[in-house]
């Protein structure tokens, strides 16, 4: 993307967003994955995932007064999860705007669930640091604004796992194979990288995290995410 249209980009976001930078830096770090620069977007996502939580369990607490916490924190579950957060990161154009190495460019990272999921965490947690916490809770509330929020969701706040498999045998289709491709990284701190197949729709995803059940729930995730899309192709 040339410069004009990038610049174009970064400010149709923030009108996306609601919220313009005064420090713009904090919106490209955010952009930023770790095969791209050391100055990468992961502390950002690290403060943004907990800005999400609280932002959207301040939501729930207001919108929905009589559900105990249970439930609560069920329905908090399904809004934050990792195939709402990609949905909502390809509703605002991320994939367009993210900054990749050229590994993660060929091997289609633009378009992975848990990138663009992240990348999102990381634009509030940049919006916390540019605008405070108003801002931000601002920016979360915008973001879950039309999800029809009410009790009877608690039900719906299932793991991606979980997810596919009903989708599957609600179709009479067999359940999905999972392989593990790699593991790299230190003992305490291994990245693992899963894939997700299933033969007879002949689709396969990948997902990585930091353990072997992370990583099969990311993959899991992205499935869902194929197939639901490939319904309304």
């Not at 301040?58 to 916490?69: C, N, R, T």
């Not at 908090?76 to 991320?94: C, D, F, M, T, Y």
């Not at 007879?200 to 729930?217: D, F, I, M, V, Y």
Request: aromatic content about 4%; proline content about 3%; glycine content about 8%.
């Amino acid at each position: 993307m040339v410069a004009s249209n990038l610049d174009e980009a970064f400010d149709l976001l923030q009108d996306c967003l609601g919220h313009r930078f005064r420090q713009p830096d904090l919106l490209r770090r955010a952009l930023t994955h770790r095969s791209f620069s050391a100055e990468h977007n992961e502390r950002l996502e690290f403060l943004g995932d907990s800005v999400l939580n609280l932002g959207v369990a301040h939501l729930l607490f207001a919108s929905l007064k009589q559900l105990p916490e249970g439930d609560l924190s069920r329905l908090r579950a399904n809004l934050v999860r990792q195939s709402a957060l990609h949905q909502i990161a390809l509703k605002l154009g991320l994939p367009k705007l993210l900054r990749l190495g050229e590994g993660e460019l060929r091997s289609g990272g633009g378009q992975r669930p848990s990138i663009l999921a992240d990348a999102l965490e990381a634009v509030i947690g940049a919006v916390y640091l540019d605008g405070g916490h108003d801002a931000a809770q601002k920016l979360v509330w915008r973001l879950c604004d039309g999800v029809d929020i009410r009790p009877g969701m608690s039900g719906a706040a299932k793991d991606a796992k979980t997810a596919l498999q009903e989708w599957l045998q609600a179709r009479k289709l067999r359940l999905p194979q999972y392989t593990v491709l790699a593991a790299s990284g230190a003992a305490h701190k291994q990245t693992f990288e899963v894939q997700c197949q299933v033969p007879e729709k002949n689709l396969s995803t990948r997902g990585q995290g930091p353990s072997h059940r992370a990583a099969e729930q990311s993959a899991a995730a992205a499935m869902l995410v194929r197939l639901e899309s490939l319904q309304y192709q």
